[in-house]
Nanobody
């Protein structure tokens, strides 16, 4: 069983930045594709960003390109999401997820096997 724990959320003014962290347990973390999703009130959980097991490939939803950066440190079993130029519409619970089924990278919710509890990001205007 893999445990995934997010941290780093908070309240920030528009234009500000946050760095979310996601710590995952397991000796095979370096073989997992990892992703970030978010869910705003009353909306479906949506894909935000993903990173391959090696870190060599990343994918982003169009609305965050140029503002969000996903990265990973396999030595620390941790994935990061650097969020810059925050907008009120970025307000959501951000979830980290691990894909343990051998995919190089994953962008669909049903491709992920383990999920964290989420961390709240609130952007004030």
């Amino acid at each position: 069983q893999v445990q995934v724990v997010e941290s780093g959320g908070g309240l920030v003014q528009a234009g500000g930045s946050l760095r979310l962290s996601c710590a995952a347990s397991g000796r095979t973390f370096s073989s997992y594709a990892m992703g970030w999703f978010r869910q705003a009130p009353g909306k479906e959980r949506e894909f935000v960003a993903a990173i391959s097991w090696s870190g060599g490939r990343t994918v982003y939803v169009d609305s965050v390109k140029g503002r969000f950066t996903i990265s990973r440190d396999n030595a620390k079993n941790t994935v990061y999401l650097q969020i810059n130029s925050l907008k009120p519409e970025d307000t959501a619970v951000y979830y980290c997820a691990a894909c343990a089924r051998g995919l190089t990278i994953a962008t669909m919710r049903n491709q992920y096997d383990y999920w964290g509890q989420g961390t709240q990001v609130t952007v004030s205007s």
